[in-house]
């Protein structure tokens, strides 16, 4: 039977996928493509006086075990951070930003091919640790910097981000309803999946963010005729995880209705 509704992040998921993977190997699976480079927002520009401040520079080495470092924060209004961080051999990282109490507020994934720059969203009472998941040995360091100027999500990856979340929920729910509650039948799954490439077809169309490109190459994935019936989460994955970073830079979540497990 299905369950009420719940609310979930689509990145919570993908990050458990990559806690595994950085758990055993600094390398990502080979089925699986490098992420794409993501837009990065910019800060609000405004007529006041910005101010900008370097932290501590941070550096360590990776482990099997997710990593916590402390952020020593200048004094001040600061309400963003720009993060440099550097790494090399290849592997997959993983970027978290907020405190002990709630972890992972926002998130940022890359591959350690050199140095990357994210900017975060910032709020000095309460970010005030760096979680980090990297390969076990590998060498990796971080120069912050704090800017008074406020984090501006992209009000076009805001609105696709949005929009996404009702389309991936209703493939979530068809591969949850069909493989694991034995709730809907083939031919419902079908229907279900032929609804929600419809509708990702018609968000290309009408997008007006870099998203665009991945939606329009999801499509026809979803549409497959070699799609496996409860199993279509799977198969588009990389094109999924690089949504995902997109709207993860822009802090700005799909969320997803799950009809099934709450």
């Known amino acids: 039977m299905a369950a009420s509704a719940r609310p979930l992040r689509i990145g919570a998921m993908i990050g458990a996928g990559v806690l595994a993977l950085c758990g055993c190997s600094a ?10 480079p993501t837009p990065t927002p910019t800060p609000e520009v405004t007529t006041e006086i910005v101010l900008t401040r370097d932290g501590p520079p941070l550096d360590g080495t990776g482990s099997h075990l997710p990593i916590s470092v402390a952020l020593a924060a200048p004094e001040g209004d600061f309400r ?67 800017s008074t100027a406020a ?21 979530f729910n068809a591969d949850a309803g069909f493989s694991d509650y034995a709730d809907i039948d083939e031919a419902e799954w079908n229907e279900r999946v032929d609804a929600a490439s419809d509708d990702l077809e018609a968000l290309a169309a009408a997008s007006e963010s870099p998203l665009a490109e991945s ?17 279509l989460l799977r198969s588009p994955d990389p094109l999924n ?20 497990g709450g």
């Open 27 to 36: 390398s990502p699976p080979a089925s699986e493509e490098s992420p794409s």
């Open 151 to 171: 984090f501006t999500p992209d009000p076009a990856i805001k609105a696709d981000c949005e929009a996404f979340g009702p389309v991936y929920s209703a493939i």
């Open 80 to 146: 963003s951070l720009s993060l440099d961080f550097a790494c090399t051999g290849g592997g997959e990282y993983l970027l978290e930003l907020g405190n002990e109490a709630s972890p992972g507020r926002t998130t940022r994934r890359g591959i350690c091919e050199g140095t990357a720059t994210f900017l975060f969203s910032f709020y000095p009472a309460s970010d005030d640790r760096l979680g980090l998941i990297i390969g076990d040995g590998t060498a990796w360091n971080a120069a912050p910097q704090y």
């Open 215 to 231: 939606f329009a190459e999801l499509v026809p994935v979803l549409r497959s005729p070699d799609r496996i019936a409860g199993d």
């Open 241 to 260: 995880r690089r949504i995902s970073d997109v709207c993860a830079a822009n802090e700005t979540l799909p969320t997803i209705e799950a009809e099934y």
